[in-house]
């Protein structure tokens, strides 16, 4: 879990990065990138954490009941995770790989 964290920890700050040079560099592909990658992995690792938990994972005692709720709608708010991979399709068809 921890390196799936890193790695889209790494494409957020690789976007924001980019983001902030003000290049004139197209950053849809590389932001559309980050954001599939972050949402899939924090449901990834909610799902992980409510595996760890057991019964108690879906219990609105504990916190991680909140973070899968909150992972989930970030696969669907700012453009869902298939557009998101349609941006990226697209983007790769008209430029390349990189």
Do not use: C, H
Not at 21 to 39: C, H, N, P, V, W
Not at 53 to 71: H, L, S, T, V, W
């Amino acid at each position: 879990m921890a390196t799936k964290i890193v790695a889209a920890r790494g494409l957020v700050y690789g976007a924001a990065k980019t983001a902030d040079a003000g290049t004139q560099k197209d950053i849809s592909r590389e932001s559309a990138m980050a954001k599939l990658f972050a949402s899939d992995t924090a449901m990834y690792v909610t799902t992980e954490a409510i595996q760890l938990y057991g019964g108690y994972g879906y219990m609105k005692d504990y916190p991680i009941e909140k973070y899968f709720r909150d992972a989930k709608i970030t696969q669907i708010y700012e453009g869902t995770n298939e557009i998101q991979r349609l941006v990226i399709g697209r983007d790769i068809v008209k430029k390349g790989v990189y």
